[in-house]
């Protein structure tokens, strides 16, 4: 598995360059991972080649989020389902608790 990593903004670019990261390095197995025990989850915003994007239903938003263990070699999917009238009007600021509530959230956790 190689690795390239991609800057989307200038601030970014800068921040990545100041922390000392070669953005021109490919990167390999061995660079991102230091352990035989590795847990992967990802989660993506639009539609990609490898995962779904994040859906926008009539009452909810829905995310399904792969997951694998290296130990014990399991692989899962992770369906988030989100009240839809609460998520969108969060307000972004910083303001307010993300987990205030949860009990309107519904996610499966599928093994």
């Known amino acids: ?17 100041a922390a000392g990261y070669d953005t021109n390095r490919l990167l390999i197995v061995d660079d991102l991972v230091a352990d035989e025990d590795v847990f992967l989850a990802a989660t993506s915003v639009t539609d990609g080649a490898l995962l779904r994007g994040v859906r926008f ?24 389902h989100y009240d839809r009238d609460w998520s969108l009007s969060f307000n972004f600021t910083g303001k307010g608790n993300l987990c205030g509530r949860s009990s309107n959230d519904r996610g499966d956790i599928t093994f």
Do not use: D, F, W, Y
């Open 1 to 17: 598995m190689l690795v390239q990593t991609i800057i989307q903004k200038n601030i970014e670019q800068r921040a990545t360059l």
């Open 57 to 80: 239903e009539p009452h909810r938003i829905a995310t399904h989020s792969p997951c694998m263990r290296s130990r014990p070699r399991t692989a899962g999917l992770i369906k988030g």
